[in-house]
């Protein structure tokens, strides 16, 4: 049996290779690791190699600071350019390909000692883990790499959204779900930064090298005295792994800190507060990398707050850190009115950005850096990259991408982005006619820019997953490499990945959760929101289950104005919102006419009847419903497949795994009936294979005989079978009885039934007075989604209990035992023939 895994160390595990491919592997003398202190990333590259060279070969080396002659040939030696040179080992480096900054040489050697040439220090550390991750793989074992590694783009971040929590004990973290805070609790820098060193050494084995470490919904409490330290003790816990933080501001400060009469960015007194406070973070923090904004947004204050231009507020912040070294202000693009009247058909979010930013080009300090999420809306399923990108030339731009699955399932369904992303990277704007890839405007090569690239949201948490889910972690590991070198495929970043979490060598293993992965993200695409509808999650709360009506009807502007005959948006400058035309020419063109859009963003950019012909011969009502259908069915799958792993991987993390992917198998069931059904209502249009409305193995709850039952109507009304359900009215126990009205013969029965914030109420079935199966409804302390308090699409789920044998007529009972505000609520029971899935 293999030994249980917590993912603590997700992808730096340096599991042992097998005998075979240790064998290959010469034994190194000693590591070098050439560095004058003890905590800076050389000689955490030394310690590293160490650890990992033990665990993945066996070979215990000792680690010194100084290169010895003769006998260090055998060695493996990390350390600068300069340390190399200093060192006597001139001749190692001197006919190098050119480095840039951050950048590395790796010569594995042939076994017979290594070199690892950081351009600077940091550099050496990736040196060092890639190393490690080739030495993990067996890639060495056969293979002698010898190659200069450099950065695609300066800027390598991820964005945590820690709140403080000033006023309440949680240590929350705005759409994180994988735990409490590592960063924050109670108001206050937590005590016990140990896990943020652990995140810094992940971080650094991806090569990110900045880390913004609170909510960019942010709180001038961030700035008092006891949190001030706090940061300086946050930036020397990830100061060795070459991590550099920055923090977000929030824009009223001056007000709220120092009870100044304005926040106004052109206010002498509040120029000086900002001045002041960047003196005093930057005495405690020499190398901080500066600040992250977001205002006017969402409720947020903000330059235009006190009748000034962004840039004029950008500016402000740009020049407080100035004197201080090259830090930068990272201006957030995602300024909109989430008060949008949406009767106005000329009305648009997706313009927002280049509205509020385009002009303002050329106005910026040259510090400024403008962070753009990469698409128009908010990090949705599918969507085309924000228009912004064409827009901006002299003022650098970040990408800003999401790690942890807002609007994708909240790591409680597996969606592996970097396919998504891939389609943003590789995107070519045609910037006066010419190609310009987004991944080349973001890595600073179309407009020259030295400083820019991308910022991702990752929110990971203190559960020992990181972010709640191990799949999830390849798109941590995805973003940190596509930051590095954006032309990498996505597949084969993910095999590294899972080379490095699950298995190197055995194939059953990687090949399984590789097709797993690449069809995740298609699969959640096919059962949430189509040809470019946006995710059709329930945008007015927990973004996370499903309720497409929700888009429309309100301010913030995601609609997908469905009515009963067409839906999507019209975007086009003919007849629309004019949002295709932000586009450079070419692509305005492609987008502007229906027969050159794309199917994928079909709903994006065009209002087209239920009954509009896809370019697949589909109508886009039966496209819908086959994906809704195909989506889920593939879903099924995925336990599947997973289970084929048993005994392969160690069983803690395989157990985890299963228990999420059978929850996801049955939520996207969930999802496929509550869009299918809410669509069928609004246009009238049946499905051609007379699937949805109709599902021929199930009884629902409120057709049963209840005792301590009573029957609701669900909101949204899809996001229960047939609209309604049952809920205990007694306190202590409800019953819901049946008879089979099928054959008799072995069955699977799927119990839904929806599991909410409250209590944990129990539930039993019983087969002619048998207990066949029994559960608690605990799911929101087990899986880390944002959950919901009430019976809906967020909260509705499946149970299953296979191969019970049922005779026709048998008495099926479900008794609920309801516990605080969980009233055991019942959806429907399906008594499925083996194979089934409905
Ligand atoms: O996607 C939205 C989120 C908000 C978030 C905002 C943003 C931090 O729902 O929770 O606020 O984006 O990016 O600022």
Redesign the pocket.
């Known amino acids: 049996m293999l030994p249980p895994e917590t993912g603590l160390d997700a992808w730096l595990r340096y599991a042992p290779l097998s005998e075979t491919l240790r064998s290959q592997h010469k034994q190194l003398s000693h590591i070098v690791a050439l560095s004058d202190g003890s905590a800076d990333p050389v000689s955490v590259a030394g310690q590293e190699l160490q650890e990992g060279i033990r665990k993945i070969l066996g070979h215990s080396l000792t680690v010194s600071s100084r290169h010895d002659g003769a006998s260090s040939d055998s060695a493996i030696v990390v350390g600068t350019v300069s340390a190399f040179q200093k060192s006597g080992l001139s001749a190692a480096v001197q006919s190098l390909p050119a480095l840039e900054e951050d950048g590395f040489w790796l010569d594995s050697g042939d076994g017979n000692g290594a070199h690892i040439v950081g351009q600077n220090e940091r550099g050496a550390l990736y040196g060092a883990f890639e190393y490690l991750s080739l030495l993990a793989q067996g890639k060495l074992a056969s293979a002698t790499v010898r190659k200069a590694y450099n950065p695609g783009a300066s800027i390598r971040y991820v964005n945590q959204?820690d709140n403080l929590d000033e006023n309440c004990p949680h240590g929350s973290i705005?759409?994180g779900y994988g735990g409490k805070s590592i960063f924050f609790r109670d108001g206050f820098v937590l005590e016990d930064l140990s896990r943020v060193r652990q995140y810094a050494r992940l971080l650094a084995s991806i090569r990110i090298n900045g880390c913004i470490v609170n909510?960019?919904?942010s709180s001038h409490e961030l700035f008092n005295e006891t949190n001030l330290e706090g940061l300086g003790r946050i930036a020397d816990a990830m100061r060795p792994y070459g991590v550099r933080i920055g923090v977000s501001l929030f824009f009223d400060t001056p007000r709220g800190l120092a009870g100044l009469p304005t926040s106004d960015p052109l206010d002498p007194a509040v120029v000086k507060f900002w001045e002041d406070l960047t003196a005093k973070l930057y005495k405690r923090i020499p190398d901080m990398l500066g600040y992250t904004i977001?205002a006017n947004?969402?409720g947020q204050p903000g330059p235009l707050t006190y009748g000034r231009t962004l840039a004029e507020g950008a500016n402000m912040f740009a020049r407080a850190l100035k004197p201080h070294g090259d830090g930068i202000v990272m201006y957030?693009a995602?300024v909109y009115n989430h008060h949008l009247d949406e009767a106005d058909l000329k009305n648009d979010r997706a313009n927002a950005a280049v509205e509020y930013f385009a002009h303002l080009d050329g106005e910026f300090e040259d510090n400024v850096i403008i962070q753009i999420?990469f698409g128009p809306i908010?990090?949705q399923i599918r969507e085309p990259p924000s228009p912004l990108f064409a827009h901006l030339r002299k003022t650098p731009v970040i990408c800003e991408f999401?790690v942890c699955q807002?609007?994708l399932g909240q790591q409680s369904h597996y969606v592996y982005m970097a396919p998504e992303w891939e389609t943003i990277l590789g995107f070519d704007m045609r910037i006066d006619g010419k190609q310009s890839l987004v991944r080349d405007i973001a890595g600073g090569k179309v407009h020259g820019w030295k400083r820019s690239g991308y910022a991702a949201?990752t929110n990971v948490g203190d559960d020992s997953t990181w972010l709640g889910h191990h799949l999830s972690m390849s798109n941590l590991y995805a973003y940190g490499r596509l930051c590095w070198d954006a032309t990498e495929p996505a597949q084969d970043i993910l095999l590294d990945w899972i080379r490095l979490t699950f298995s190197a060598e055995n194939s059953t293993v990687i090949d399984t959760i590789r097709d797993i992965g690449m069809e995740s993200w298609p699969t959640y695409e096919a059962y949430s929101g189509n040809l470019g509808i946006q995710t059709l999650c329930d945008i007015l709360y927990t973004?996370y289950g499903p309720s497409p009506g929700s888009q429309d009807g309100n301010g913030w502007g995601q609609w997908t104005r469905a009515d009963d005959k067409a839906l999507g948006m019209d975007r086009t400058a003919a007849t629309g919102t004019g949002n295709a035309a932000q586009y450079p020419p070419e692509v305005a063109a492609r987008f502007e006419n229906i027969e050159t859009t794309p199917d994928d963003l079909l709903l994006w950019f065009h209002h087209v009847p239920y009954t509009h012909k896809l370019k697949s011969g589909k109508t886009v009502i039966q496209h819908f419903y086959d994906a809704h259908y195909d989506g889920s069915q593939n879903a099924q799958t995925f336990p599947k497949r997973w289970a084929s792993l048993k005994g392969l991987i160690d069983d803690a993390r395989w157990e985890h795994v299963a228990f999420k992917l059978a929850y996801q198998a049955g939520h996207s069931l969930v999802w496929r009936d509550s869009v299918n059904n809410f669509y069928l209502a609004k246009c009238g249009i049946p499905d051609e294979k007379n699937r949805v409305g109709n599902y021929r193995w199930r009884i629902e709850a409120e057709s049963m005989q209840l005792e301590g039952y009573e029957v609701v109507d669900v909101t949204p009304r899809e996001a229960a079978s047939g609209g309604r359900a049952v809920v205990a009215s007694s306190p202590t126990k409800a019953t819901a009885t049946t008879r089979n009205p099928f054959p008799t013969g072995k069955r699977d029965i799927a119990v839904n039934y929806y599991d909410h914030t409250g209590g944990h109420a129990r539930y039993e079935i019983l087969v002619d007075g048998k207990v066949v199966g029994q559960w608690t409804g605990d799911l929101d302390t087990r899986l880390l989604h944002a959950f919901s308090e009430h019976v809906d699409g967020h909260s509705a789920t499946r149970v299953y209990f296979r191969g019970v044998e049922v005779k026709e007529g048998a008495e099926i009972s479900v008794v609920g035992y309801p516990d605080g505000k969980d009233k055991a609520p019942l959806d429907y029971i399906s008594l499925l023939p083996e194979g089934v899935v409905d």
């Open positions: 959204w705005e759409r909510n960019v919904n977001k947004s969402e957030r995602f999420k908010d990090f999401m807002e609007y949201v973004h």
